[in-house]
């Protein structure tokens, strides 16, 4: 053989490990950690997706929610961005906006199955900008033993406004506990807490065109709902988050408040009962949902393969099963939900709002509209403000910052 021939055939040789090497790697930003009961599961599909798809590799990357989204804005800001994240729905906005992501191209099929209520949630100007991968409902959890103390015959738990504040000023005069456990502090879920009765009293924040409509009857009326409701809550509600809650409950301190499906394992020892949120005069039972969602970012060059895989993560049955062991409100109703309320009919409440809820507000500084409502709203719980004071400020405030 001529030392040409030699080089060659060495150097294709060579070439062929740096071929098997050529993969290309999808990093994914996920909010949260390895260690959550989800997590084998995802790993297992992300694993079958790369045997389907030999010429990508995925790397997952787990980050605490308290530095995620923030490393993953960062990342996106600086021209770096991971192929797909998985983060809140509430960031959509911002960054469908800012032209960081990309939409998911939906065939009818895809998006059929979803309820409508579900794929709103990250739904912006006709397109969606992420699939929904984790999800979330809230029921109104009351005590059995302090309502039959109070004289409430309520055997299926307060199902309007007007027999919710019976049942709190019931508890709050004839036991020792609260009538209702009110989140007001400078967290989250104080906006949360308040979209639940303002979704059952069909209010809205941003109407489906985006504007603002925070003054309307609706919310006046709800935020009015509020201020007497606070008058039989625990003392200081303002020091009070959701989770700072779950012992009043099950220590019988409080005789309602609401949460996720998962307070049904929180109450154990509590003679209990789950309802649909009581619904408003000029609504029906709703409930806030909530939903995290995998996105895929722009300029990557990964784009493509990133949506595929994505799609495949969240499609039916494995989202099923993801959803299962993360023990969250299905995505998708179906055989598996039925079965689900059959073997534990506490899930009913939870999965009967989900056609009539409403998503977080999709506002480009989410942030900041949740910190002018919660000033807001706390500003009525202590009763500083009206309820059509309280519309105006939030009205004129959000018009402003959007």
């Known amino acids: 053989m001529k030392f040409r021939s030699i080089i060659l055939a060495t150097t294709a040789l060579m070439a062929l490990p740096l071929a098997a090497q050529a993969a290309e790697e999808l990093h994914i930003v996920n909010c949260g950690s390895d260690t959550e009961p989800q997590a084998p599961v ?23 929610w308290e530095q995620c989204q923030a490393k993953t804005l960062t990342l996106a800001a600086a021209g770096t961005p991971p192929a797909a994240a998985y983060m809140g729905s509430r960031v959509l906005k911002q960054l469908s906006s800012s032209e960081q992501i990309v939409p998911i191209a939906m065939s009818e099929e895809e998006l059929s199955s979803y309820e409508p209520s579900v794929i709103s949630t990250v739904q912006i100007g006709g397109e969606v900008w992420g699939l929904p991968r984790a999800f979330s409902t809230k029921g109104l959890f009351w005590n059995k033993d302090l309502f039959a103390e ?14 919710m504040l ?47 409509v925070f003054d309307s009857p609706q919310n006046v ?33 409080i005789g309602m408040y609401t949460t996720y499906a998962a307070g049904r394992g929180k109450a154990e020892g509590v003679n ?12 029906e039972h709703s409930t806030l949902l909530i939903t995290d ?33 993360g023990g969250w409100t299905p995505i998708r109703l179906g055989a598996d939900t039925e079965a689900l309320i059959e073997e534990d009919p506490t899930w009913k409440p939870f999965i009967d709002a989900i056609p009539t809820g409403g998503p977080e507000p999709l506002m480009t500084d989410f942030v900041g509209m949740q910190d002018i409502a919660i000033e807001n709203i706390q500003g009525v719980v202590l009763g500083e403000l009206t309820p059509e004071e309280a519309a105006t400020r939030i009205q004129e405030d959000l018009s402003a910052l959007d």
Do not use: C
């Not at 060059?301 to 099963?321: D, F, S, V």
């Open 42 to 64: 995802q790993q297992k599909h992300i694993e079958e997706w790369e045997a389907e798809n030999p010429d990508y590799t995925v790397r997952v990357e787990y980050l605490p």
């Open 150 to 163: 109070a004289g409430l015959d309520m055997p299926e738990g307060p199902q309007t406004f007007d027999e």
């Open 166 to 212: 019976t049942a709190a000023k019931a508890i709050s005069e004839n036991t020792d506990a609260a009538g209702f456990g009110l989140p007001a502090a400078d967290m989250d879920n104080t906006f949360h807490e308040f979209l639940n009765f303002l979704y059952s009293n069909g209010g809205q924040v941003v109407d489906a065109d985006g504007n603002v």
């Open 221 to 253: 009326e709800t935020l009015t709902f509020y201020q007497e409701l606070a008058k039989y809550s625990q003392e200081g509600p303002l020091a009070y988050e959701r989770g700072g809650l779950e012992p009043l409950f099950k220590e019988g301190q």
């Open 272 to 283: 209990f009962g789950v309802s649909l949120i009581p619904a408003g005069p000029q609504g």
């Open 293 to 325: 969602s995998l996105v895929v970012f722009k300029g990557t060059g990964l784009e493509e393969p990133a949506q595929n895989l994505i799609k495949y993560l969240t499609a039916p049955e494995r989202q099923a099963e993801f959803d299962k062991e």
